[in-house]
C-alpha cells in the first residue's frame, strides 16, 4: 500500500499443519505514525482439543508526544488480547540474557522479519485452554528537548482464577545529557505477581549500558517474595555469596555479576565483578578485580583481589575470605604463582 496518507503493507501465512493462520502488518500514517500490528489464530487448542485460540498485538508509535506532567511524555501506545492464551514467563525471563524484550513489545517494523515477530509473540503467550490474556503497552518519555529516558512497559493480567499479573519493560536512560553523558542505562526487566500462589517475581538485566562512555557495565538482578508451606524471600544484584545455596523453590536463572569493565582491550584487562544479596536469613556482599597484561615474547600477567562476606542471622555465622593472586605465564603456562587467602 502506497498513498498520500497510508504507507505500509502486511504478510498472511496459513500452516495446515498446525492449523494456525498468522498475519503481521506495518503501516505508516500521514508519514509519521507506525503502526504494527501482529495476528495468530489457531483453529485447534493443544493435545488436539476442539476450539481456538487468538493472540492480537498492535502498537502505534511516532504520534506527537502527550504531555503527562512532570516533564513525561507519552510516546507510545498499544494492546494486547489472548484468547485461550496465557503468559509464559520462563520464556519471557529468557529473553532478558538475549536482550529481545524490545522486539516483542515495540519493534520497529514487523514486516523486517514476519517469521521471527511471529514466533516471539507465540512462545511468548502460547496457546492455554481456558487462559485469557489482556494488555496494555506504553512507551513513556522523560526530558526536553531530547528524550533522556524511555520506558516501553506492558501490563497484562492473565485470568480467571489464579490471577495473574505480568509486567514488561525496557528502560533507557542517558544521564545527565546526550552530549555528556555520565550513565547511559538499558536495563530489561520481567516480573510477576501469582495471586493463586502467593508469590512475586522480579528479574532484570542490564545491556548496552555504560558509564561515562568508556566502561561497559552489565548483569543481572533479581527479587523472590513467596508465602505458603516453602516461603522464599531473596533480592539481589550481581547473585550471591560462592557458599550460598538458594532456594531450590526460587525458580532463578543463572545470575551473572554486576561487572564493571575498567579496561577490556586484547592486551589489558581491568574488570570489577561485585554482588549484593539479602534474604530473610542472610546479607551477603562481594567483589572480585581481575588484571590481565599480555607481555612481550608469549609472556602474561594475570592477577586477582577478591572479598566474600556471608552474614547470617540464624544460627548466628559470619563467613569471610579475602583474597589475592598473581601469576605470570608464558604461553598459558604458569611460570610463577602467589596467592594470598585469608
Known amino acids: 500500500m502506497d498513498s498520500d496518507t497510508v504507507t505500509g503493507g502486511g504478510y498472511l501465512y496459513f500452516n495446515p499443519a498446525a492449523k494456525q493462520y498468522a498475519g503481521v502488518a506495518n503501516l505508516t500514517l500521514n508519514k509519521k505514525i507506525n503502526l504494527n500490528a501482529i495476528g495468530l489464530l489457531q483453529t485447534e487448542l493443544p493435545a488436539g482439543r476442539d476450539g481456538y485460540s487468538l ?14 506532567g512532570l516533564g513525561f511524555t507519552l510516546n507510545g501506545i498499544g494492546g494486547l488480547v489472548g484468547v485461550n492464551r496465557a503468559a509464559n514467563t520462563d520464556y519471557l525471563r529468557g529473553l532478558l540474557a538475549s536482550g529481545q524484550l524490545d522486539q516483542l513489545l515495540f519493534p520497529a517494523n514487523v514486516l523486517d522479519n514476519p517469521a521471527a515477530a511471529l514466533a516471539l509473540a507465540d512462545a511468548s503467550f502460547p496457546a492455554t485452554e481456558g487462559r485469557y490474556v489482556f494488555g496494555l503497552l506504553a512507551r ?23 490471577v495473574r499479573l505480568v509486567l514488561l519493560g525496557v528502560l533507557r536512560a542517558t544521564l545527565p545529557s546526550f552530549d555528556k553523558p555520565i550513565l547511559r542505562l538499558r536495563a530489561d526487566f520481567v516480573g510477576s505477581v501469582d495471586f493463586g500462589a502467593g508469590s512475586v517475581e522480579f528479574d532484570a538485566t542490564l545491556h548496552d549500558s555504560s558509564i561515562l562512555d568508556r566502561f561497559p557495565l552489565s ?8 508465602q505458603g508451606q516453602n516461603p522464599v524471600f531473596l533480592l539481589t544484584a550481581g547473585g550471591f555469596h560462592p557458599a ?13 555479576r554486576l561487572r564493571l569493565a575498567l579496561a577490556d582491550s586484547r592486551d589489558f584487562r581491568l574488570v570489577l565483578h561485585t554482588y549484593l544479596a539479602i534474604t530473610s536469613n542472610t546479607v551477603q556482599v562481594g567483589a572480585r578485580l581481575d588484571l590481565f597484561v599480555d607481555l612481550p615474547l608469549g609472556f602474561s600477567l594475570e592477577g586477582h583481589l577478591f572479598f566474600d562476606t556471608l552474614f547470617q542471622f540464624n544460627p548466628f555465622r559470619l563467613d569471610v575470605q579475602i583474597g589475592a593472586g598473581v601469576a605470570i605465564k608464558r604461553n598459558g603456562q604458569n611460570k610463577l604463582t602467589l596467592q594470598l587467602y585469608l
Do not use: M, S
Request: hydrophobic letters at 50%.
Open 55 to 68: 493472540l492480537l498485538l498492535i502498537t502505534a508509535t511516532g504520534f506527537k508526544p502527550l504531555q503527562l
Open 140 to 162: 513513556i518519555g522523560w526530558g526536553a528537548p531530547k528524550t533522556l529516558l524511555t520506558l516501553d512497559v506492558g501490563l497484562i493480567i492473565e485470568l480467571p482464577a489464579p
Open 219 to 226: 548483569g543481572d538482578g533479581a527479587f523472590r517474595l513467596y
Open 244 to 256: 550460598f545455596q538458594p532456594p531450590a523453590n526460587a525458580n532463578l536463572p543463572t545470575l551473572q
